[in-house]
Each structure stands twice: as structure tokens, then as C-alpha cells.
């Protein structure tokens, strides 16, 4: 028996990367998945996700044997991800852990950065994070528990340079994982927040990279802020999947209201 059989659970970001590894593993271990994402052109200067990718997740969580539900959905419009997991819900018949991973992160100096580029890091950041708490919370209170998982950055544990938009949400992140939980645990649900580093990804592409390159060389001192303790760059989604599988299991039943930093050590260094 998995870890997670009989159980249902809601993943935002979830054609690629992260969202993905978690959509599959959490298959492997016995879970039906609800898998949105937004499939659209976001202007980062990473590709963004494709409707094609988010139907390869389908397939893959299929292949294990286990139901899916997907949807393209963008986790700012509150009422229509509310209307896609309502819908989900009733089809699978319950929700058990709600895997907040949507997001976005477009590296640049302080002087460059527009109002448009920090109202996206808050809109996508922020916004969709709550808006993926506000229409899980009640199917998790409705099931009599389970657990929510925000997922934030090593850059909302510690400063990260280049990063301001995506510092100040990730940090925020953490702040509303916290509120969820004092607030929701008298229903036995959890709420805890995820902190990586760097995870190769299409948001820890060359592009990305090449941005904080740039800067460091510009500004060098703070370039060790990005130094790992572990003799690892990157992260494989995979290793962030092992915390947030861990955070929807019983194994973590007493736990909330905590950060768990699968990050390498950068928080520390």
C-alpha cells in the first residue's frame, strides 16, 4: 500500500518540473490527482508550459493506474479555479492535500525592475497561493483533515540578491502558511510551507542563469549568497518531492506551521 492510497490530491503548476514530479509520485503512492496550470504565455524569460506538456502529465499519472483530473487554469482567477476544483471534487469525491506550486521568477537588479514585473510576482506568487488555499480549504475541512503545502524558496527562508519580486513573495508564502495554520488546525488540516534552492527546471535555465550571472559579475560580493553547503548547484524536482510527499503523509501528521528547506544548505551558508 502507498503512502497516500485512497487519497486525493490538488497540484497548481502542474504540467512540468515540480508539479509534475509531484503529480506523478504522489500516484505512484497511491493518490488521484487534480492537476491545473495555466499553459499560456507568462513573458519570462523561460519557456512557459504548454497545453502538449500538461497532457503528458495526464498520460504519465495514467500509466500508474490512478484517476486524473486536469485543467487549464490560471490560479489568479479565483472563481475559476474554484469552479475546476469544485468540479474535480466531485468527480474524484474527496481532497485530502493541496500542493500550492504555481509560480514565477524573473531575476533582475533593483533598478530594473518595472511595477508590471513585481505585480506578476504578486499576482502569480501571492495571489494564486491564496487563491489555491481558499478554494482547497474547504474540501480538506469537509474531508475532517489534511494537509496543505505551500510551496515558497530558499529566498523566503533568507535574502536572496537579484531576486527583490521574488524574495517579497516567497516571504509572504511563508507568512500565509503560518496564518492557514493557526487558523485551520482546529479542523485537523495541516499547513506547512516547502523551501528549495535551485531545482532544474525551466526556471532554473540557462536564461534565468544567465540574468544572476550577469549581475554578480556586476556586484561579485554578493554572489556567494547563492553558495550551497551539500557539493550540489541544482536540485532534481524530484528531491523537493521527497519533502512535499512527506508533508501529505501520516508521517508528518503532528507537523504545522513549519518550513522544511530541502535547499543544500543555502539558507545556512
Same mark, same amino acid.
Given at each position: 500500500m502507498g503512502m497516500l492510497e485512497g487519497k486525493v490530491a490538488l497540484i497548481t503548476g502542474a504540467a512540468r518540473g515540480q508539479g509534475r514530479s509531484h503529480a506523478l509520485r504522489f500516484a505512484r503512492e497511491g493518490a488521484d490527482i487534480i492537476a491545473v496550470d495555466i499553459c499560456a504565455d507568462l513573458g519570462t524569460p523561460y519557456p512557459s508550459a504548454t497545453p502538449e506538456e500538461l497532457a503528458e502529465t495526464e498520460r504519465l499519472v495514467g500509466a500508474t493506474g490512478r484517476r486524473i483530473v486536469t485543467a487549464q487554469v490560471d490560479v489568479r482567477d479565483l472563481a475559476a479555479l474554484r469552479a475546476v476544483v469544485d468540479g474535480a471534487v466531485a468527480e474524484l469525491g474527496r481532497l485530502d492535500t493541496v500542493v500550492a506550486n504555481?509560480? $514565477?521568477?524573473?531575476? #533582475? &537588479?533593483?533598478?530594473?525592475?518595472?511595477?508590471?514585473?513585481?505585480?506578476?510576482?504578486?499576482?502569480?506568487?501571492?495571489?494564486? $497561493?491564496?487563491?489555491? #488555499? &481558499?478554494?482547497?480549504?474547504p474540501h480538506l475541512v469537509a474531508a475532517g483533515g489534511g494537509s496543505m503545502i505551500l510551496v515558497s524558496s530558499a529566498a523566503g527562508l533568507t535574502v536572496q540578491p537579484f531576486l527583490i519580486p521574488y524574495t517579497t513573495s516567497k516571504f509572504a508564502v511563508r507568512g500565509m502558511a503560518k496564518a492557514f495554520a493557526v487558523e485551520l488546525g482546529e479542523y485537523n488540516v495541516r499547513v506547512n510551507s516547502v523551501h528549495p534552492s535551485a531545482v532544474k527546471t525551466p526556471m532554473g535555465s540557462q536564461d534565468v542563469l544567465g540574468i544572476v550571472g550577469e549581475a554578480i559579475e556586476a556586484h561579485p560580493k554578493l554572489g556567494g549568497m547563492f553558495t550551497t553547503l551539500l557539493p550540489v548547484d541544482q536540485l532534481e524536482p524530484s528531491d523537493i518531492t521527497d519533502t512535499v510527499l512527506f508533508l501529505a503523509s501520516d508521517g508528518s501528521r503532528t507537523m504545522t506551521a513549519h518550513e522544511l528547506a530541502p535547499d543544500a544548505g543555502v539558507t545556512e551558508y
Open positions: 504555481a509560480a $514565477v521568477c524573473v531575476p #533582475a &537588479m533593483w533598478d530594473r525592475v518595472t511595477p508590471e514585473l513585481f505585480e506578476q510576482h504578486m499576482s502569480t506568487n501571492v495571489t494564486g $497561493v491564496w487563491n489555491t #488555499a &481558499m478554494v482547497g480549504a
